[in-house]
């Protein structure tokens, strides 16, 4: 038989779906499981996406452009100059999601073997993004203590070599919700600017930001207009995960062009999901306050009543729509596993995500659990009921001092 390649071998399973056969199981002997593991939301996508599909005049499913529909991309531009950032549409190419943007990022700007720098826990996809890069991922790790703030500024000039080319963050943040003040991105600012680095930002949850606080991009940051890459996505903006219609947005000409090629080697970015993208920029600002309400009391019930329970600590997020839970037990992925398998609630289950793959050394997140309020506030109450009820049987919990 032939061999498998090694960087296919090496190819990193998502935490996030890992426990889906358990979750199966539970649902085939008649258990009712509450998905807490996965960001997709359950609020519905704007009428004006689905409208512009619906209603959109063509006889062909054609090509588009390599970087996206023009008309599009100017509609983006748009947009994002109607949140404070200062774009052409000549500096954005649109991606089949962001995770896309992220790899024809990574691929335009480090070589094989090259370092990128990520605060931990971070997006698991980005170990696999790398991977398929032949980039290696140096973490920095952020602490539960301090709610997931970037880490000193000492513990990330340490680890950069001649290797490092990039630093990425998310803001607000996947997997802890963290969002980053000014004062930190003037930090990374200046470690950029000292070393001459990309700056990546994976600002996808920009609308999510809670708590009257407000969001910075990077795409602001002065002096180092040439070193952002900036990488978005409609999927969370709009709910609409499945249309997979990101972007890559810098103001480096070079950058871009060298994009294009990898975006012109996968033809065209999908035609009916761009329409569906162009679309939602219509979509009126009530839409945001009502979907950003509705993530406030959800984030408030859930964080509230997880650190209600005993020997759970879960900081509040400002941004995006998960947190971060640590358990008083010896493996969150066993825990998670066995509530699927082994538990319910008067036929009431929860599956969550095991936070250790979202760590480079996984001993870090050993105890720790990604969760993502997604689902309404009586399921979230009621998963939460669950949670309690099984950390109180569960063989392998801590005891407590």
Request: glycine share 6%; aromatic share 8%; net charge negative.
């Amino acid at each position: 038989m032939p061999r498998i390649s090694t960087k296919g071998q090496n190819m990193p399973e998502s935490p996030i779906r890992k426990l889906v056969p358990y979750a199966e199981a539970a649902v085939n002997q008649g258990k009712k499981v509450f998905y807490l593991n996965i960001g997709q939301p359950d609020i519905r996508s704007p009428h004006e996406a689905l409208d512009a599909v619906k209603n959109a005049d063509i006889e062909v499913i054609e090509y588009s452009h390599s970087a996206g529909i023009e008309s599009y991309r100017r509609g983006l531009a748009s947009y994002y100059q109607g949140v404070g950032i200062d774009v052409d549409y000549t500096d954005i190419l649109v991606t089949t999601g962001g995770s896309e943007a992220l790899l024809m990022g990574f691929m335009s700007c480090l070589d094989e073997g090259d370092e990128v720098i990520i605060p931990e826990p971070f997006y698991a996809n980005y170990n696999g993004f790398a991977q398929a890069a032949g980039v290696k991922v140096v973490p920095v790790t952020a602490k539960i203590e301090t709610g997931f703030a970037l880490p000193p500024i000492a513990d990330i000039e340490n680890l950069i070599t001649d290797k490092t080319k990039a630093i990425l963050i998310c803001n607000p943040g996947n997997p802890t919700g963290y969002l980053y003040n000014a004062e930190e991105l003037e930090t990374l600012r200046q470690i950029v600017a000292q070393h001459d680095l990309f700056l990546f930002a994976d600002e996808v949850y920009r609308e999510f930001v809670y708590d009257n606080k407000e969001h910075n991009s990077v795409m602001n940051l002065k002096g180092i207009e040439q070193n952002v890459v900036l990488v978005d996505s409609v999927s969370k903006r709009y709910s609409m995960c499945g249309a997979r219609v990101g972007a890559l947005v810098s103001h480096n000409k070079e950058l871009i062009a060298t994009a294009l090629k990898f975006a012109q080697a996968r033809l065209s970015p999908p035609t009916l999901a761009q329409i569906a993208a162009e679309g939602a920029l219509n979509t009126p600002q009530s839409y945001f306050d009502e979907v950003i309400g509705e993530y406030v009391e959800r984030r408030d019930l859930l964080v509230d009543k997880l650190n209600e329970i005993e020997g759970v600590i879960c900081p509040k997020p400002s941004g995006a729509f998960y947190c971060v839970a640590e358990l008083p037990v010896e493996d969150a992925e066993k825990f998670c596993q066995w509530m699927l398998e082994s538990f319910d609630l008067d036929g009431d289950t929860v599956m969550m995500a095991p936070a250790a793959g979202f760590y480079s050394d996984p001993e870090l997140g050993k105890r720790q659990v990604r969760i993502a309020y997604v689902l309404d506030k009586e399921r979230l109450a009621r998963a939460t009921e669950c949670l309690d009820a099984g950390l109180k049987v569960y063989p392998g919990r801590l005891e407590l001092v």
